[in-house]
């Protein structure tokens, strides 16, 4: 088994902050997500990475950068905090195949980033 | 792009009683990938189960779902709830061009 760690559990900001969240996985898998999850709108992807040094933008990038500084590490930087924003940010891994294997894309998250912004 | 749809906001009915959530989907893929996450309060969401396999049955943990192509549905049943089925339900596809597509999310709530 692996785990995925998160850091930190609980982030306050101040608007117009840059702030930075942390993930680690000891998978070994290839593939790390970062998703944000706001109550009623799902899960939404901001940034995957398929590969160390890779980046590929999901549908909610504008306003993040990340990072896949090694295999296993994946950071994500809110570039600049927008008051009053609170949302969970969920790190995620899969080992997917990029050959095509339909069974290896299945999803283990983190436990989460809480973000307030004041 | 690729989309899911699910029964919106929160299901609530008693313990013992059938449950059943709705997903449909769109893709230009002829060949997605279904899957449900579960999602207990406090805690990460996870696999619950998934399918490729069209008009096949998928169970697991008293879960079951079939994809149904024709329909593009993939819809979450249980025959009798138990008040630890209480939790956020996730439908969600890929068709391997990038991570997984999300629904909204339906919340189930179980009463004695």
């Known amino acids: 088994g692996g785990i995925i760690t998160q850091t930190p559990k609980f982030l306050i900001g101040q608007e117009g902050q840059k702030l930075t969240l942390k993930c680690q996985q000891n998978?070994?898998?290839?593939?790390m997500y970062w998703y944000r999850q706001d109550s009623g709108k799902g899960l939404r992807l901001i940034y995957y990475?398929?590969?160390?040094?890779?980046?590929q933008k999901g549908d909610l990038s504008e306003g993040y950068d990340a990072s896949r500084e090694k295999k296993s590490s994946f950071s994500l930087t809110v570039t600049s905090a927008q008051k009053n924003e609170m949302a969970v940010f969920l790190c995620?891994?899969?080992?997917?195949?990029?050959?095509?294997?339909?069974?290896?894309?299945?999803?283990?998250f983190g436990s989460g980033t809480r973000l307030t912004v004041l | 792009g690729d989309s899911v749809t699910q029964t919106e906001g929160l299901v609530t009915l008693t313990e013992g009683l059938p449950v059943m959530l709705n997903c449909t989907y769109q893709?230009?893929?002829?060949?997605?990938?279904l899957f449900w996450y579960v999602q207990h309060l406090n805690e990460s969401p996870r696999l619950l189960l998934k399918?490729?396999?069209?008009?096949k049955r998928t169970e697991h943990q008293g879960f079951h779902a079939t994809l149904h192509k024709s329909s593009s549905s993939f819809h979450l049943q249980k025959s009798s709830a138990q008040l630890s089925d209480s939790a956020l339900y996730y439908c969600?596809?890929?068709?391997?061009?990038?991570?997984?597509?999300f629904g909204l999310g339906t919340r189930v709530s179980v009463f004695p």
């Open positions: 990475s398929i590969t160390e040094n890779d980046l």
């Open positions: 399918s490729f396999t069209d008009n």
């Open positions: 969600a596809l890929t068709d391997y061009a990038q991570g997984l597509t």
């Open positions: 995620a891994s899969s080992l997917r195949d990029w050959g095509g294997a339909p069974s290896a894309e299945t999803l283990y």
């Open positions: 893709t230009i893929y002829s060949n997605p990938f």
């Open positions: 998978f070994n898998h290839d593939t």
